[in-house]
């Protein structure tokens, strides 16, 4: 005990730890009563234990939503090609890609629902675009504003961001999506390097489907592909939706 | 949700603190501690079917630590991505610990500048005992999973972080940081 050799170090770490028995405990404590070099090792550690708290900060409660969000868009597009399969072999992956389609086909009907309109037409059942899916069900998930028109024509005060930015990747496509209120009115803003392709029935507004513009019973979505492509889901009379994606940050 | 998902779920958001702390020292210049979060998230599920046991935290640990470098790699790349820094982001990370009640502004404005400074203080020590501190001094993992997250022996994590520690200390009494003071 009297030897700061290696030995010494690592019963230190050990004692330090938590890890010793209760005699060489003891013995420690002991020493430490006589030993001014290993008495300044255990305040320092000690110490340093202590300041390192300062920087804990707990994780914010919609974190853990958010994550279970993420997790269940990225389960979803992939029922058709390779699904996780957990760990419990054959039986779970086999489990999980009927589960997996069962929840496609949930979201589909409800995004194809007979109700839905396109433009003002019906767009059969042709299968909504993942990425565009994913922006129509976040909206959706949204709680909406207190209001469901802007009061004007001019807007009365800037957007503000409401929650954190979530990011998606259905199908791959990496998507950040905001949520954000603007006069009362809750619009869903979401930003791609890819191109968001165009539903089925969308109205184009500008050549080549670049800009196009949909109705999904009463939301509606406005889209500008480019670099980034930017598109809007709120559920606005069509009239208002340009003026709100113009309002919205890039 | 397909029953994976949720098997998936339960077994890794007892962890999200954890992993938090963990995200909020490995992310980098440009990157938000949450997405880095969700991005190790997302990553554990699609490796959900490769996890063969073990703890569970020290496995989303490593891949939170993966997954910081090859953001940080990706971010070099994609110089236009704009950071997702919020106005609704809260304070700065300051903990006091008996609440704010019990906090006037000076103890905050000073536990704040402390741990600024402690930041500053850990971000110089050698990455691996700055890793096994955030680990086991602020994550909470015991040395046996920090190493297995560092993929090193238990007896070099107790080294690593004990001598990280005093080397902690001594930096802040230079600093003059009260806390952690006698």
Not at chain 1, 107 to 129: D, E, K, N, S, T
Request: glycine share 8%; proline share 7%.
């Amino acid at each position: 005990m009297d030897s700061h050799d290696q030995g010494h170090d690592r019963m230190l770490q050990d004692f330090l730890a938590g890890e010793l028995d209760p005699a060489d405990v003891s013995r420690w404590d002991e020493h430490l009563l006589g030993c001014e070099l290993c008495w300044r090792a255990v305040r320092e550690d000690r110490d340093a234990r202590r300041a390192v708290q300062l920087l804990r900060k707990p994780a914010l409660p919609w974190l853990s939503e958010r994550i279970r969000f993420a997790v269940e868009v990225a389960a979803a597009p992939q029922a058709g090609s390779d699904p996780p399969s957990g760990h419990g072999g054959l039986l779970s992956r086999a489990r999980l890609a009927i589960a997996a389609v069962a929840l496609v086909a949930v979201i589909a009907g409800a995004v194809l629902l007979p109700g839905l309109l396109v433009g003002g037409r019906a767009p059969g059942r042709a299968r909504l675009p993942a990425a565009v899916s994913v922006v129509a069900d976040y909206a959706r998930a949204i709680p909406p504003g207190p209001r469901t028109q802007m009061p004007g024509e001019r807007l009365r005060s800037a957007p503000v961001l409401v929650g954190r930015r979530v990011m998606v990747l259905p199908g791959h496509q990496r998507i950040v999506l905001s949520a954000w209120r603007v006069d009362g009115v809750t619009a869903v803003a979401a930003v791609s390097s890819r191109y968001f392709p165009m539903p089925g029935g969308a109205r184009r507004i500008s050549g080549q489907g670049m800009a196009w513009l949909a109705r999904l019973g009463n939301l509606r979505l406005y889209c500008i592909n480019g670099r980034p492509s930017e598109l809007v889901a709120a559920r606005v009379p069509e009239a208002t939706l340009a003026l709100l994606a113009a309002s919205l940050p890039a | 949700m397909a029953a994976d998902h949720r098997v998936f779920l339960d077994a890794t958001l007892p962890h999200l603190d954890a992993v938090y702390q963990v995200a909020r020292h490995a992310a980098r210049d440009g990157v938000e501690p949450e997405d880095l979060v969700q991005e190790t998230f997302l990553r554990a599920y699609a490796a959900f079917d490769r996890y063969r046991g073990g703890s569970m935290r020290a496995w989303l640990a490593a891949i939170c630590l993966n997954a910081a470098r090859s953001e940080a790699r990706s971010r070099r790349r994609r110089p236009w991505d704009l950071p997702a820094r919020t106005p609704l982001d809260g304070p700065p990370a300051t903990s006091l610990a008996d609440g704010p009640e019990a906090a006037d502004v000076a103890d905050i404005v000073i536990a704040g500048l402390d741990a600024a400074e402690v930041s500053r203080c850990l971000a110089m020590l050698p990455e691996p005992q700055r890793l096994s501190i955030v680990l086991m001094d602020l994550a909470g993992y015991t040395a046996s999973e920090t190493a297995e997250v560092l993929g090193c022996p238990r007896g070099t994590v107790l080294a690593r972080v004990h001598r990280g520690r005093r080397r902690l200390a001594q930096l802040l009494a230079e600093a003059g940081v009260r806390h952690g003071q006698p």
